[in-house]
């Protein structure tokens, strides 16, 4: 039998993957691997962006697909009773009657959606097209609030459109790669070995920069690698434009002919000479220097960033202030060069081309924007003014809403919030105050179950067909390979049986996601975006990269994986300039003082994936990790007359949690680091977010995950302690009755 092609279905690297089917009980395995017991994924060399390379998480991720499925929708009227399966169609009148009595008792604005880049792109559309469209509110936002929300508000405001200009390929043409607040070792290790070998092979003519506060798997291999102080990015990126200035290391075609702003940059970086940004910076004036010389004597500077600048209250700031050095110094639509936001999740690109935030919608359009909510309410054949004219509420602002008591009805969809949410007890607090929460999920239990009164079951990755974005913006179809488990439903179907029953039947025409997929490529014509040339037939020949409008030959189509943006140097605001946005350093929202004296920074591990829904149950990638560890400086450590393997209370103003040490050098002094992993399923009293805060960046609305004050305090080995946990806990709250 032929292997699937599909797309790994975690990180926003986007590898090519092959599936193969299990066999039946007692054949042998042959040497393709066919006849496995299990599902079994393995790279697509064919495939452009990864050409048959996968990582630990893309090559188990068969194991995950038949462990702990949801399989039936399952009801309760309140949060105290155990579950009870019931059928879909029970479950579409309640969501029906529900939405219309929150609707009229409320308005619209009482109905929130909160989804996922790990929703495929025909999900993405079809629930803007419900909220947007059809409700009347735009309180539809995703995960990706959390995560790339910065990065997309900092391309809009320095190139007038969200949308990543360079490639993969710019990872082996560059001569200086800058790598900022990105473990891409670890998180997105396909993109990094490459980078690796390439740097590898031209040691003396590339350079490579890491700044990072910890010295991580990526920072161990860097030429430079700048330990900064958490938060402290925005004064580097102005100290080493101060210096380029000094230097006179300026593109001052490019600046004069396709830029605005310039000046006020110029002057803005006049208050970070090198003394002031090193002290602020926490590094040495020699090391500053350095960074600022191997960018001014590159042609090629390409950089790549992730959590460190998005998920900070600088985080808008932080992009900005990237995009500036790359503008002066001419670092833009060029081979080799470029500002490559890598995205987390598998297809938050294409979340954000379909519209899946509260604040946009398809095709790279704004919800503020007159013209754009009139062109897409004309695709949805609505009438003028369906479409509300302000933001819907973001991430955040939905707890606080919950929290106030204003929302009427919470649809949560492939996301875990009661696990990735910041400040987690308030968080929780919120949830509990829903009248009515939907928890559409693939797997069961989930943290965020606990808080739902309807559970819907989802077709995930494999069992729904649908296409996905990766960072390099290469659009890859994913095929349904198997079917379902129990009654699982793909999310697209789910909200477009729901939108038909509201009596939106024309809207929700759909035969299958090839038609959803027809109607939202036609809503990208003539936008950065344009895809206007694809569809799922075209797709099943192999992956393409966009822009790709309907207009596009076969010959430009050659060499369609080596495309940038803006090699013209005409960027996508009103004049065509890109713009210079000069911002000053605010540093973090809650710095350490003598109560609160070190600095906890949160992130991710290789072998797992975020709430563990899936990694959680593959022995090889819970093995690797199977508990969590707080990492100390040894000097800290040595002052808390704490070793190794023995245990702490973290505390922050909001919250605690208990977790064993790991002395090491690889993190700076003052600083502590606490991955993401684990919620109150898979560990006692370990969740990293019990001890974030909720301020979030004012233009991007992303929360500053990155970084928060906590205290530490030696303690004994708790009772309870997780030695390794590979199956969830079982919870009161989470029990069922009548499931099978
Ligand atoms: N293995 C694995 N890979 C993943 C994921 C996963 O769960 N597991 N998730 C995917 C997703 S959704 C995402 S968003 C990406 C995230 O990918 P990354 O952003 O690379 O991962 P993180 O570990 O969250 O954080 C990156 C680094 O930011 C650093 N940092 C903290 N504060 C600052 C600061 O103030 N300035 C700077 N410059 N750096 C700082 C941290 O020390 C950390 O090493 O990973 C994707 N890939
Ligand atoms: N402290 C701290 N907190 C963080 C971060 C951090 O760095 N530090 N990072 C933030 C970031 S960048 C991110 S992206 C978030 C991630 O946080 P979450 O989105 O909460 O994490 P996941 O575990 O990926 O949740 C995805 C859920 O969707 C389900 N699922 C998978 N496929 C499908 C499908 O096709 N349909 C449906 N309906 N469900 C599906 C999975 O089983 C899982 O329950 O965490 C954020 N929180
Ligand atoms: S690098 Fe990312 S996309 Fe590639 S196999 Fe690993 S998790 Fe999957
Ligand atoms: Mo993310």
């Given amino acids: 039998m032929k292997p699937a092609k599909t797309l790994c279905p975690y990180c926003g690297v986007g590898c090519g993957l092959e599936v193969l089917p299990p066999a039946r009980p007692g054949r042998p395995v042959n040497r393709d691997g066919e006849g496995n017991p299990i599902w079994q994924a393995r790279g697509d060399r064919d495939h452009p962006s990864s050409k048959g390379k ?135 290790p396909i993109i990094f070995n490459r980078l690796r070998k390439y740097h590898k092979k031209n040691k003396r003519k590339v350079k490579l920069i890491v700044v990072d506060p910890r010295r991580t798997d990526t920072a161990k291999e860097a030429d430079l690698h ?23 290391r300026l593109d001052a075609a490019l600046i004069d002919d396709c830029t605005t702003g310039f000046s006020d940059y110029a002057e803005l970086v ?36 992730s959590m460190g600048m998005n998920q900070s209250i600088d985080g808008t700031a932080k992009v900005c202030s990237l995009i500036n050095l790359h503008l002066m110094t001419g670092n833009i639509g060029k081979p080799g060069a470029g500002p490559f936001s890598l995205t987390g999740q598998p297809n938050a690109m294409g979340g954000r081309e379909a519209g899946g935030l509260c604040h946009i919608l398809p095709g790279y359009r704004v919800i503020k924007n007159a013209k754009h909510r009139r062109a897409i309410e004309q695709g949805w054949q609505l009438p003028e003014g369906s479409i509300a004219p302000q933001p819907g509420l973001a991430a955040w602002d939905m707890m606080l809403a919950l929290e106030r008591g204003e929302v009427g009805l919470f649809w949560v969809a492939a996301t875990n919030p009661a696990v990735s949410m910041p400040d987690i007890e308030r968080t929780k607090a919120a949830l509990s105050r829903s009248p009515f929460t939907i928890c559409q999920d693939a797997y069961y239990p989930t943290e965020t179950a606990a808080y739902a009164h309807l559970l819907l079951p989802a077709a995930q990755w494999g069992e729904k067909t649908g296409t996905m974005t990766n960072s390099e913006r290469v659009v890859t179809l994913c095929p349904a390979f198997r079917q379902p488990p129990g009654e699982a439903k793909a999310d697209w179907e789910i909200f477009a049986e729901v939108g038909r029953r509201l009596g939106f039947g024309p ?113 090889k ?46 993190i700076a002094r003052g600083t502590v680091f606490m991955p993401m992993h684990w ?59 009548n499931a099978p």
């Fill in 54 to 188: 996968v990582c630990v998480k893309g090559a188990t991720v068969g194991e995950s697909l038949d462990r702990d499925r949801l399989k039936y929708p399952m009801l309760r009227e309140s949060l105290d009773q155990p579950f009870k399966q019931v059928t879909w169609e029970t479950a579409f009148s309640r969501i029906v009657q529900e939405i219309q009595q929150v609707r009229a008792e409320r308005g619209p604005e009482a109905i929130c959606m909160y989804g996922s880049g790990q929703f495929q792109t025909e999900d993405y559309y079809v629930a803007q097209k419900l909220l947007k469209g059809c409700l009347g509110t735009n309180n539809f936002d995703a995960n990706s609030r959390l995560c790339m929300a910065s990065a997309v508000a900092g391309y809009i405001k320095s190139f007038g459109s969200d949308g990543p200009p360079p490639c993969y390929d710019d990872l082996e043409k560059t001569d200086c790669a800058f790598l900022i607040g990105t473990n891409t070792a670890d998180c997105h």
């Fill in 226 to 248: 700048l330990a900064i102080r958490p938060g402290s990015d925005v004064a580097l990126l102005n100290g080493i434009a101060h210096l380029l200035l000094q230097r006179g």
């Fill in 270 to 305: 006049q208050h970070y000479p090198p003394e002031r940004t090193a002290e602020i910076c926490d590094i040495s004036v020699q090391e500053l220097e350095t960074a600022a010389d191997w960018w001014g004597q590159s042609k090629h500077v390409l950089s790549l960033w």
């Fill in 507 to 619: 809207q929700f025409d759909f035969q299958d996601a090839a038609q959803v997929y027809r109607e939202f490529v036609s809503l990208t014509a003539g936008q950065l975006c344009d895809m206007t040339g694809l569809s799922h037939d075209q797709l099943a020949k192999g992956p393409v990269q966009w822009p790709y409008p309907a207009t596009t030959c076969a010959e430009t189509a050659a060499d369609k994986f080596d495309k940038r943006l803006y090699t013209d140097l005409r960027f996508a605001t009103e004049d065509g300039r890109a713009r210079f946005h000069p911002f000053h350093a605010k540093g973090l929202a809650e710095p350490p003082d003598p109560s609160y004296p070190f600095v906890l920074t949160t992130g991710r591990l290789y072998g797992h994936w975020h709430t563990q829904t899936r990694t959680g149950r593959i022995e």
């Fill in 621 to 666: 990638t819970a093995e690797m990790h199977p508990h969590p560890v707080l990492e100390i400086n040894p000097r800290d450590a040595q002052k808390l007359k704490i070793q190794s393997e023995e245990w702490v209370e973290v505390r922050s103003r909001r919250g605690y949690a208990r977790l064993p040490v790991l002395v090491t050098q690889n």
């Fill in 679 to 737: 919620g109150f399923l898979w560990a006692n009293q370990a969740e990293v977010n019990a001890l974030t805060h909720p301020e979030v960046c004012p233009m991007s609305l992303q929360p500053e995950l990155k970084a928060c004050a906590v205290q530490l305090t030696a303690i004994q080995k708790p009772e309870d302690a997780d030695e390794s946990q590979t199956v969830p806990h079982t919870l009161p709250n989470l029990q069922t009755v």
